[in-house]
Each structure stands twice: as structure tokens, then as C-alpha cells.
């Protein structure tokens, strides 16, 4: 309890932390802020032409389908794996100066976060342009969707950069692991391809419902499932105070560690 | 915890594991397991003492003794191995400065992520970016990106945040040595009024002569152990000489000096031409010793000393502006090479005025094989009335002591005209204005 009063104690650390992250990192190139909106366009224009023409899907829309899935899909991969090495690489802080340690995975899992708010923008105009016929109740559990990915994905981040410091291989090992998760869940195909015997164990995959929430909201224009979504919030809270835990305790030698 | 105490560590023991071959890959540590090849070094060992409120204390101790791991343990970077520290009030480190800057954000922006760091809220620092900004100097230069800044520059923003965290303690680590003199100065200044404040300060310090400066307090870490806690002078007089006597083990040559002794050296050169001013219970110590501290490796040691006028008669009492003379004579235990004459004027309350030694006025070092004397004749001396001490060395060339005698003499001033002030400034007046005999116009002096 101690440690999150201490936590927001130092709220502004996390704002400036994200605010120079963002800030840094397209200061000076030509386009600047407006890479955030220019980079997720250019991606969905290669997937377009990769998935209209060459793949053809056999899915109404696929660009959309995909491009819906895969945002915030990046967003808790860069999580799990640039998450990982976030303490490693702020490590002269972590050995020169005492502040709480969850500032740096709170920090990175922020910017990742800004960063795909501002990619939704475009993932929103893409939607609507493309005729999704956007429902209120679907636009109104939008945030909320986006929070229960949040905390999932710090939970995620608190126990993979902690871990890291520990074992370095891990690096290695959690970007296998996201590519083998990104497979795992229904980013680039239908959740109804997956085999029926394997359907429960695929369930288990807690971004699933994630994607899918998205996905009914911004391709197929209705409201999510709530229980569903109500359930992936509590697997959320869980993995979040797991990952508090877990850094809690793995924090304190860190410094030897580094 | 008692009311007065602000720091207070109890039975504190910190271990390492050094390896051999730090492995981190899982590899390492599957193949290895049980083989990793290690030793635990005990870096603390059981210690424990009281900071008061207040207090500022450095600590001290050879490279490795412990003194960075015992700070790092105070401000909660490292966690001990068993024992406890506790805290009362507001902590801020100050190990690293410039920490979390961004090199293409302007020097303000940088002040709000630096400070952030530190624990400020927005308001917080808000309220001390005027002073940040006027103490770094920076000026309009403050809207910049930082990597335009020439590393005296970053040196200075990176300070002057540091400083202006107003924290109840205040932790230090080797970090007084940025800028330039001038600014060094300033840093000293400002941290004898944070000090004076009644924030609590620890410093870990190469710098012995920083310590006796700034605070009331030394310990000195052997071994993971407390082997001496007192007044500075007290304690690094005892450190001084242990040092020596690891030097003379040594070969007694001069490169195989530990390098914090050099650099305590070094820095007594600095505080010779910086204004720095000792603190009341520092001046008690000295007093209580007949007023000298004196130490060195001992193969010249200094036998008397006169101030006299050009008579040669020996004096006390001198008239500002007139010149003084010092004789020095010195006896050889043992011939040396390569050495240097200082000297070094200091007010009553420690501070010092001036300093110099042969080789700063451009004299080559000499070789001393018999017993001697020399001679320096301060010209036209401009301090006002009041007592001075005067100090007098021998070292080496490269600044280790053979004997260097801290207030050796004392003398006075004296003066007939009314005027005021620490220092004799020569002057002349000119002025348009009438004098009351009614001269038209005039200039005097």
C-alpha cells in the first residue's frame, strides 16, 4: 500500500518520463507528431495491398479486420517484449537514484499506450470510412476496453522487466513468445477457424476477448459481450497485482543486478 | 525513533556476490548451477550510528571500504542484507546529476523531467523554476536543447536542479567537483545555507578538505566497519596517517599514493584559491590543539618559523600595507626531491584568503639534502585589522605532503585611518563636486 502512495507520490515522474519519450521521439525529423498518424496509415496501405490483392482472405473488409485486431495487439506486445529490457535500459537510474521502481515499466507501458491512442485515431477514421456503422454502447465501452488492456498489459510488463534483470535470455525468449501469442490469438485470422476440440484452450488466451471487444466495435458495429469483458477485467486486476507482487519483491536487488 | 535523529542505521551488513564470471544467460545458469563461481564479500558489517537532525557528516574511506554501498543503503537503493535504516523526512540523493535528461529537449524542459525524477510535484517545481534557472546561469540559453550546451553548461543546469530539491535530507555523493571554480564556489555557498537550514547532509566525498567544509562529521569506513567517528579534523588526521602507512608498506613512493589522498591534495590547492569558511566546531578542534594540525610523510619537517619586517626583527603586530616577512627553517631526516614551498593565509574562522607555492609563482621544485630556510615576503599585506593564521608547507610535486603545518602562526593587523572591511582595496577618488574649502574644481585622494 505503502508503495502506491509512493507511486503517485511521483505521478509526475510517469507524465515526464512519457511526455519526454513521445517528445524525443520524433524530434527532428520533418514530420515530427505527425509520424504517430502517418506511420499506423502506411501500415494498414501495406497490409491493404498485401491482403486485397496478393492474400486474398476471403474475409469482407480484411484490411479493417486486421488492422482493428493488430493496434492494439502491437500495444501489448511492446508491452511484453520492449517492456522487458525497460529497466535494463534505464539502468543508471535504477543505480543512481532512489524513486520507486514501478515508475519505469508504469512509464513505457504509458507511451506505449499514447502511442496507440493516437494510432486508434486512425484505426477510428479508417472504420468509419470504410461504412462501419459505429454503435454508442460500442463507442462507449471503447475506453473501457482500452483501460482492461492496459492493466493487463502492465501486469504483463511489471513481470517481464523484472524477471529480465535476472535472466537476460528473456529478451530473447519473449519475442518468440509474442510472436507464437500474436498466432495464438485471432489478430490475422477468424477465432472461428480454430479447430472446436482446441476452442476451450484457446479461450484461455486472456487478449482474446480483447481483440474481440475491438473488433465487434469497429468492424462489425456493435457492442461488445460485457460478460466476456467483465471477465477479462477481473484476468486483468489479477495479472496486475501478480505483476506488483512479483516486482515488489524482484526490485530490490536490482541494483546489484544491473 | 528519538525525537533529534533523523537518520538512524541499526546493525547494518551488506553483502555481495562477486563473481568471477557474472553469467546472466540462461545457459549460465543451467549448466552452471551450483558452479557459478562466486565469493560473498561482506561490504558492511554489522554498523550502526545515529544521524541528528541537522548534522551534516561525510563519509570517508579508502576505494571499496563501503562508504558508497552504506549511502546507497541509506537512500533506499540498495536493501540490506539485514539491519534497518530509517528515515525521517523528505530524502533526496544526489548521486547522479542530469539524470533522465533528454539531449534534443530544451534545458526548462529538462529541469521539469530531471526534478520529476527527484520526486517534485508540477507545483514543486514551478515554485523553485526561477531559482533553478538563476542559479545554472543559463540564462536565455535555458530554452535551448540541452545538446547545444557545452558540458560546463549541462554540468550547471544538472547542479542546480540537484540543489534546489529542498529535501530534509540530503544524500551526496562525489558530485561537488562540476564547473568551474567560480561555480564550485557557489555550489559550497549554497549548500551552507541548505545546510544552515537545518537540512541533514551526508556526503561521500574523495575530498577530505570538502568534508572539513561542509561538515560537522566524519566516518570513516574500514572494511566494512566504523573505524573512526568525529570531528573531520579528528578523524582525518587519524585517516591521514593510516593512509600514509599503507603508502610506506608500499615502497613509499609517491604513485602508489591511494588516489583519494592525491585528491585531497588536489583539492586543498582548490580551497586555497576559493573562499570557503570552516565551521565553528572544526575551529574549536583546532584551537583545543594549540591551534596546529600538522601532517606529512616527515622526511623535512619545518623547525620555526618568524614574521618579522624587513628588520629581521621577529613581530606579531603588523600595519596594513606594510610588508611582512616569513622565515622558514627547515631540518632533513631524510634528503627529498622535487619539492615545493606554500603558503596559505587564513581568517579566524577558518576561511582561507590566499595560498600559493613556489611552483605557482614559476620556481622549479627543488632538491632539500641539508637543513635550511626560505624566505616569502608578502608585499604591502591589504588585510584589515583583525588576527590571521598563516600555514606553511612542504610537498612533493605532485602535491603529497612532507610537512604540512595548518595554522602554524598567527598574526595581527593593525591601522590608524577608520576604514572598514576585510581587505585593503588601493583607491583613488575623482569627483566634480566641490569641496567644502571651496576649490573650483578638483580631484584628490
Known amino acids: ?258 | 525513533m528519538e525525537d533529534n535523529v533523523a537518520i538512524k542505521v541499526s546493525n547494518l551488513t551488506k553483502k555481495f556476490k562477486v563473481y568471477f564470471d557474472k553469467g546472466h544467460s540462461l545457459k549460465e545458469l543451467l549448466l552452471f548451477r551450483g558452479r557459478s563461481r562466486h565469493e560473498v564479500r561482506t561490504v558492511l558489517n554489522d554498523v550502526s550510528f545515529d544521524i541528528k537532525k541537522g548534522e551534516a557528516v561525510g563519509l570517508i574511506g579508502h576505494n571499496g571500504c563501503g562508504k558508497s554501498t552504506l549511502l546507497k543503503l541509506i537512500s533506499g537503493i540498495l536493501y540490506p542484507d539485514s539491519g534497518s535504516v530509517e528515515i525521517e523526512g523528505r530524502v533526496s540523493s544526489l548521486l547522479e546529476l542530469g539524470a533522465g535528461f533528454h539531449p534534443d529537449l530544451s534545458g526548462r524542459e529538462n529541469i521539469y523531467i530531471n526534478a520529476s525524477i527527484f520526486g517534485l510535484t508540477k507545483e514543486e517545481i514551478e515554485a523553485r523554476l526561477q531559482s533553478i534557472i538563476d542559479f545554472s546561469e543559463l540564462a536565455e540559453f535555458i530554452d535551448n536543447p540541452v545538446r547545444t550546451y557545452s558540458s560546463g553548461m549541462y554540468m550547471r543546469l544538472a547542479f542546480s536542479v540537484a540543489i534546489n530539491v529542498d529535501a530534509e535530507v540530503l544524500l551526496i555523493d562525489e558530485i561537488l567537483a562540476v564547473g568551474d571554480a567560480n561555480f564550485q564556489a557557489k555550489c559550497f555557498a549554497r549548500l551552507q545555507e541548505i545546510k544552515e537550514q537545518g537540512t541533514t547532509i551526508v556526503i561521500v566525498s574523495h575530498s577530505l578538505s570538502q568534508i572539513e567544509n561542509i561538515c560537522d562529521r566524519s566516518i570513516w569506513i574500514n572494511e566494512g566497519r566504523i573505524e573512526a567517528d568525529g570531528t573531520p579534523l579528528e578523524v582525518h588526521s587519524v585517516y591521514l596517517d593510516y593512509m600514509n602507512e599503507q603508502r610506506q608498506k608500499n615502497g613509499g613512493k609517491a604513485l602508489d599514493m591511494p588516489p583519494e589522498y592525491i585528491a585531497y591534495l588536489q583539492e586543498r590547492r582548490y580551497k586555497e584559491n576559493l573562499k570557503l569558511s570552516m565551521i565553528p566546531e572544526q575551529q574549536a578542534a583546532v584551537e583545543a590543539n594549540g591551534g596546529q594540525y600538522r601532517w606529512g610523510s616527515g622526511e623535512v619537517k619545518i623547525t620555526s618559523i618568524t614574521a618579522s619586517g624587513p628588520d629581521g626583527v621577529g613581530k606579531r603586530m603588523f600595519e596594513v600595507g606594510s610588508d611582512v616577512y616569513f622565515k622558514v627553517h627547515y631540518h632533513v631526516e631524510k634528503p627529498i626531491k622535487d619539492a615545493v614551498f606554500g603558503i596559505g593565509f587564513f581568517r579566524n574562522s577558518g576561511e582561507n584568503l590566499y595560498g600559493t607555492n613556489t611552483r605557482i609563482d614559476g620556481h622549479k621544485n627543488f632538491d632539500i639534502d641539508e637543513d635550511g630556510e626560505f624566505t616569502i615576503i608578502m608585499r604591502r599585506i591589504p588585510l584589515m585589522p583583525d588576527q590571521y593564521t598563516v600555514s606553511f608547507s612542504i610537498e612533493y610535486g605532485d602535491g603529497v605532503p612532507v610537512d604540512y603545518w595548518k595554522d602554524a602562526l598567527k598574526i595581527d593587523t593593525y591601522r590608524q585611518t577608520p576604514d572598514v572591511g576585510g581587505f585593503f582595496m588601493e583607491h583613488d577618488w575623482e569627483y566634480d563636486a566641490y569641496e567644502k574649502d571651496g576649490r573650483e574644481d578638483g580631484s584628490g585622494s
Request: glycine share 6%; charged share 15%; hydrophobic share 55%.
Open chain 1, 1 to 258: 500500500m505503502s508503495r502506491l502512495k509512493e507511486i503517485y507520490e511521483y505521478r509526475l515522474m510517469i507524465t515526464s518520463l512519457v511526455k519526454r519519450d513521445l517528445r524525443g521521439k520524433y524530434k527532428g525529423s520533418v514530420l515530427g507528431f505527425m509520424w504517430n498518424f502517418v506511420n499506423p496509415l502506411l501500415q494498414l496501405l501495406v497490409y491493404n495491398m498485401v491482403f486485397s490483392i496478393i492474400m486474398k482472405a476471403g474475409i469482407d473488409k480484411f484490411y479493417l479486420y486486421l488492422f482493428v485486431g493488430l493496434i492494439p495487439w502491437l500495444f501489448f506486445s511492446a508491452s511484453l517484449t520492449g517492456g522487458s529490457t525497460c529497466i535494463i535500459a534505464q539502468k543508471d537510474l535504477i543505480k543512481k537514484i532512489r524513486f520507486p521502481r514501478e515508475i519505469i515499466p508504469i512509464s513505457y507501458v504509458t507511451s506505449q499506450f499514447v502511442n496507440m491512442l493516437l494510432s486508434f485515431i486512425v484505426v477510428i477514421a479508417v472504420s468509419v470510412v470504410s461504412g462501419v456503422r459505429l454503435t454508442i454502447g460500442g463507442i462507449l465501452c471503447l475506453p473501457l476496453i482500452m483501460i482492461v488492456e492496459y492493466i493487463m498489459a502492465l501486469g504483463i510488463a511489471f513481470i517481464s522487466s523484472a524477471l529480465t534483470v535476472y535472466l537476460r535470455d528473456l529478451e530473447h525468449i519473449l519475442a518468440i513468445l509474442a510472436m507464437a501469442w500474436m498466432y495464438a490469438s485471432p489478430i490475422c485470422y477468424p477465432e472461428s477457424m480454430v479447430p472446436e476440440k482446441y476452442l476451450a484452450l484457446y479461450r484461455l488466451n486472456p487478449v482474446t476477448p480483447i481483440i474481440n471487444a475491438y473488433r465487434a466495435v469497429l468492424y462489425e458495429g456493435r457492442t461488445p459481450d460485457l460478460t466476456t469483458l467483465l471477465a477479462a477485467t477481473g484476468i486483468g486486476l489479477a495479472m496486475l497485482v501478480v505483476g506488483m507482487l512479483i516486482f515488489a519483491k524482484l526490485q530490490r536487488r536490482f541494483a546489484e543486478e544491473l
